[in-house]
DNA sequence: CTTAGCACTTGAGTATAATATGTGCTAGAG
DNA sequence: CTCTAGCACATATTATACTCAAGTGCTAAG
């Protein structure tokens, strides 16, 4: 692609962002310095290679999946924040009093303000937690609480009634036993180790050890599968406003993926990605009309991604820029 | 109203609810046994009344919403929920192991797939708990997680990165002390019972007194802070596929009116209602636009309401079995 | 390689008419 | 006094035709 045709693209593309209206020949002209004639060549040449597409025989052009990705990668500068912004952020940031989660849902709460696009967190507790402690809480009616601490202070608590055979004491012991054995252990391999170490022992000492350790087996394997503790969204009906969809159907079926189940899996950064990452239309696996920015953190023994869902006509310097500060942010050391 | 207005208005708002076609007088004929010019007389004396309006000059009837309480009130039977779906339901509510967050946040899934409205749940700690126990868990790095537990077994924790002038031997001490003075007060007091016997009982043993006693305060204060600590929603986006909504806007409206800050405050029951109430358009105090039926639940320390939200043209009978039927089981001893 | 000119295409907007639905009112029948 | 048949009138909906503006593709000349 010659120099002329990169700055017709972005022009093409800024205009269509700006706009939502297919660009025409004439309006480009001066921008260019050249005629209508020579801009309308020139965009034939790149429909042709797939950069650009017309909705009619006779309509001015929109910019491709293609189109946008070649400017995002290649064309445009990521946009610093302005200083309101980063104020408004900053605030969230340093407030020590909030826990992780909370930041980040505040987050991305104020990414949809800002942008007016869809925001969602998706937060799990990170594979890197060590189990610290496990312990009993006893209530009445022969009621118990069976709590886990992981070094990084993560708690998960599951309620039991349990069988009058099994002693209170019982479960303390249990507990010494398994923080003398077990502190220290990654939080995957817990529940393994649970079975062949610990149950050995605790079948020497106690009587009902079988109930006692499906107690903390169940525990443990809660705490495994609610990895997702927190997925936040924020500004759904921001699509809605969005002048892109002339058809209302085309939101309507957006809008009801989101109520999908593997929602989740499709917006989870899936490898180790760094940075920032944009995916355009198909790209995104979700829906062919949409764009998607994400970013990931980990912080504080929890990982998690940030994303932001808009049309593919979306802001990509400002989104870009804006996502590339929080992400920065949040991956800072504590 | 006599018998055959009754009936009149019955039929009007049953076709209307079920057609979402203004009702003209001749397709009444045949149900009323009469002709559409006495029809028309007595839709004339139900519309002086308030019960019934017009869209313009020459159209068929809709109901107000003064009609529609007429019927709520006087005229609907609520319809017994069919077998299918008491059988799903039971599967939730006899699932054991579930958490009571866990079953009404499925259930509000089901009932909206079931109605094809919109259901939210909001739970919260009830104001019945008592305080059961309190306990410190050490961590890294100067780090402890404050934990809260009540008689009902909820469990809230909190980190804090601690001074080194503090002792977690001290932490434990103050934990004993609490324990065993404050067991069993009901939350709600336990913030200044800790500021008035807790604080001067341990300024005469433990040096860094103030910092400690900021520590449980604040984990207190947040467990206060966090009483509402389950929402969630559910079908938000079947308002947009109801038919009642010709205008766009006014369905953007109703769902932004979702993000709204004191969106929960008017969601919530606010006076102790049993049973299951109906709210229809103004006096929703939400949107004239929609019916909201819901209905309260009160089971192991947590309180709750479930909400329903349609258009003014709900199924009034259906919605109402079903959320009865959810009533009584959630409120059932356990 | 660039540009001016022109025929052609399409969408959006507007005016008009035809149709269907349903009301209100009047006058007559029971 | 109540009910009903009949008719004039009101309105939404739909279809049709027409015009206008925007913009392209192509050709021929600079």
Redesign the interface.
Known sequence: MNHRQESLLKAIVESYIKTVKPVGSKSLCKKLNCSSATIRNEMARLEEAGYLEKNHISSGRIPSSKGYRYYVENLMKPKEMNGEDVLKLQQIFQNQEL?LSDTVNKCVEIISEMTNYTSIVLGKKSLDNNL??V?I?P??NN?I?A?V?T???I?Q???FTIPKTISIDELSKTCDIINKMLSGTPIINVASRLEFEIKPVIATKIKQYEAVYEIFSKTFHDFAKNVHDNMHM????HL??APDYGN?ED??TI??K??DENFIKKIESNENEEGVKVYIGDETEFDPNVTIIKTSFHRNGEDGTIAIIGPRRMEYAKTVGLLTYIHDQLNKED
């Open positions: 826990q610290q402690q312990s809480i209530l009445n009621r609480v709590l601490c070094d990084h202070g708690v608590n599951k309620q924020s500004g759904t009906n809605l406003n209302l939101v309507k809008l009801s989101f109520d």
